[in-house]
């Protein structure tokens, strides 16, 4: 098998558990966050959100589109917010990068990052959308910064969330890989 341009050395399988624990670990931080250190800032990152995509990304058979609209129901509850709006948005990434998944695992990360920027624009932009038909006004200008900060996070989310799956690297003379 040729490794991808951005891959160095060979990946362990993921085990269940770990993405489940990290899944359950970003939206406790998402609320955390929300609670007390940002409030509900414009700008701050939807850790969940990051997460969600990168496991979407790596593993499309354990986690698709039905998690991403649990997790999105799971935070509009969280936030008291219109019922649907996390879900909704949340569900529409997670589509839109299952389709492109194959395809953006042969770049490298920042070039990833760079890929799925407007995949989260987009998902920012569909909350905003259900706010204003709900009534609401319009954003202010700092809320383009989440999709931005977000984008700067997917290097060390990739980082943080591959750490466990990689192998230490044993040479051997007998074996190409």
């Known amino acids: 098998m040729i490794m ?3 891959q160095q050395h060979l990946l362990l399988p993921v085990r269940p558990w770990f993405i489940w624990f990290s899944l359950l670990l970003a939206l406790l931080l998402d609320m955390t966050l929300n609670m007390g ?4 800032a414009a700008w701050a990152p939807s850790l ?4 969600l995509l990168f496991w979407v990304v790596h593993e499309p058979q354990r986690v698709g589109v039905g998690a991403c609209f649990v997790f999105g129901l799971l935070l509009d509850v969280h936030q ?3 019922l649907g709006q996390h ?3 949340f569900s529409v990434l997670c589509y839109l990068a299952s389709q492109i998944q194959r395809r953006l695992l042969w770049f490298s990360v920042p070039v990833q990052a760079l890929q799925l920027l407007p995949l989260l624009m987009l998902a920012h932009a569909l909350q905003w959308l259900v706010r204003l ?3 609401a006004g319009w954003p202010d200008w700092q809320a383009l910064l989440a999709p931005l900060i ?3 996070l997917w290097p060390l989310a990739d980082w943080l969330l591959l750490a466990p799956q ?5 040479p051997d003379d007998s074996r190409p890989l």
Request: no cysteine; hydrophobic share 45%; proline share 7%.
């Open 37 to 40: 250190l940002t409030g509900r």
């Open 87 to 89: 879900a909704l948005a």
């Open 48 to 51: 969940i959100a990051l997460t």
């Open 80 to 82: 008291s917010t219109l």
């Open 150 to 152: 977000e984008t700067l």
């Open 166 to 170: 990689r192998r230490p690297h044993d």
């Open 133 to 135: 038909l709900a009534g």
């Open 4 to 6: 991808p341009a951005g």
